[in-house]
């Protein structure tokens, strides 16, 4: 069966397809990250697949087990929470990762300073804290006593979405 029509859905693997909607390719294919869907084709015994068409790069027919439907809209907001991010640069190397997740300032307050106590190998003093947003993002900065390295965290509001309707 060849759906062709614009807003026809298909169904793989927990994943709803859209014709006319976009998807994208977790396993980058030269360059190819996003595409429109406009055809699936889904035959017995076969693996499902859809043709993609990526603007100026053309079109190409791809297994839909290598692409991901991307949302058709962003739904309403249904709440806030505040993430907890902190960045690493030192004079061997850098990082930087989201640390937690809350509706809580204050644990995650609680949170960089676990963090901080929690690597002995790394000492630091604070150089500053900043609140922007009425107080709804707060940043920490921090040096390395014996070193030029910067440790920074940032605490800062983050929308919550519902989950795709259609999953």
Known sequence: MIFDKAGQ?????GRVFTVGGTAWCPRERDGELFCTVRAIRAEDNEA???QCDFGEDGTKCLPLDVLEP??????EETGKLYVLYYIYDGSCDANNSALGISS?????IR???DDLD????LRVRPVYATSYADGDML???FEEVDGDGYLGYTIMPVPVY??????
């Not at 809580?104 to 995650?108: G, P, V």
């Open 104 to 108: 809580d300032k204050s644990i995650l």
């Open 70 to 75: 991307v949302s058709p809209s962003v739904p």
């Open 111 to 113: 949170k960089m300073l």
């Open 162 to 167: 519902p989950g795709s309707a259609d999953v």
């Open 48 to 50: 499902p697949t859809a």
């Open 9 to 13: 859905t298909f169904s793989a693997d």
């Open 139 to 141: 940043h920490f900065s």
């Open 118 to 121: 929690g690597d002995s190998s």
